[in-house]
C-alpha cells in the first residue's frame, strides 16, 4: 500500500479563499487511478481553512468564543473541499470515502491520537478507499485544535506500514530557498536532518502547519531502511504515476529519519 498526502498548495489556490483547483485533482485522480495501486488518501485543507484558521488563531486551542464561530466555519469549508476531492476520485472509478478526523482521531496537547481504530482498520478491508484531510479536531486539554494533513500522515504511516509515501506538492522538491522568491534557489534531490537545518523556513503564504520545512520533518520521520518518503510537483503531468509505478522523477527524497 502507498499513502499519498495531496498538499493544500496543488489541491487550491492558497492565496484565496476556497478557490479548488479542479483540473489539477482530476487529473492526479486519473494517474492514481490508472497506477493500480492500493492507495490511501490524504488531503490538505488549503484555502478552505488555513486562511479562516489563521484568523482565529485556532492552531493554539480555545480562548475566545468568537472562536466557535470559527471552528465551525472551518469544518464546514473543509467538507466541501473533501467532497470535491471525493467526487473526482469516485468520476476516475475509485471507490473512495470520506473519512473526517473526528471519526477515528482526538487531540491532546496538539498531539494527535487514534481513538477508534477499528474505523481505519474496517474501511480498505471492504475494498473502499478512505479519503482523511486536515480539519479541527476535540483537542483534551485545549478544547480544540489543528490536525494537519501530515499529522495524519504520521500516524496513519505508523498504523498502516506502507511501502511507500508521497507527498504531492507544487514545487519540484525542497529548495535551499522559498524558490518562488529566489530565482537561484538550489532543488535538493536528498534530505537528511543535518542537511535541513541549513534550509530556510521561509514561506510565501500563510500556513497554520508550519510550511515545506515542517513538511520536510514530518517527512523524515516516517523513513525507514526500506520505506521511501517523496516529496513531489503534482502540476507535471504523469509524476505522480510515475513515482506510484516505481520510477525515478525529479523531485526530493527523505533519508535517514529526524
Do not use: W
Not at 229 to 243: A, F, H, K, M
Request: proline share 3%; hydrophobic share 40%; aromatic share 6%.
Amino acid at each position: 500500500m502507498i499513502l499519498i498526502k495531496l498538499g493544500g498548495s496543488i489541491i487550491t489556490d492558497k492565496t484565496q479563499y476556497r478557490v479548488f483547483n479542479g483540473n489539477v485533482v482530476r487529473r492526479l485522480c486519473k494517474e492514481i487511478k490508472y497506477s493500480g495501486e492500493e492507495v490511501i488518501v490524504v488531503h490538505g485543507a488549503g484555502s478552505f481553512g488555513h486562511i479562516i484558521a489563521k484568523e482565529y488563531s485556532l492552531q493554539n486551542g480555545f480562548s475566545d468564543k468568537k472562536q466557535i464561530h470559527a471552528v465551525a466555519k472551518v469544518q464546514s469549508d473543509v467538507r466541501e473541499l473533501n467532497l470535491l476531492i471525493i467526487n473526482e476520485l469516485l468520476n476516475a472509478g475509485i471507490p473512495a470515502v470520506s473519512m473526517p478526523p473526528g471519526s477515528c482521531f482526538i487531540m491532546d496537547k496538539g498531539k494527535l491520537l487514534i481513538e477508534y481504530p477499528e474505523v481505519l482498520h474496517a474501511v480498505p478491508k471492504l475494498g473502499l478507499m478512505p479519503v482523511l484531510f486536515g480539519d479541527v479536531v476535540l483537542d483534551r486539554s485545549k478544547g480544540f485544535g489543528i490536525c494537519s494533513g501530515d499529522q495524519i500522515m504520521e500516524v496513519l504511516c505508523k498504523f498502516y506500514d506502507p511501502k511507500k509515501v508521497v507527498f504531492v506538492s507544487d514545487i519540484d522538491g525542497l529548495y535551499d530557498r522559498d524558490p518562488k522568491k529566489y530565482q537561484d534557489s538550489i532543488l535538493l534531490n536528498e534530505v537528511t536532518s543535518e542537511m535541513l537545518k541549513k534550509v530556510s523556513a521561509d514561506s510565501t503564504v500563510d500556513d497554520v502547519t508550519g510550511g515545506v520545512k515542517a513538511k520536510m520533518e514530518s517527512m523524515l520521520r516516517m523513513t525507514t531502511p526500506k520505506r521511501e518518503c517523496i516529496l513531489i510537483n503534482g502540476s507535471v503531468d504523469g509524476r505522480l504515476y510515475s513515482v506510484l509505478k516505481g520510477e525515478r522523477v525529479i523531485s526530493t527524497t527523505a533519508k535517514g529519519g529526524l
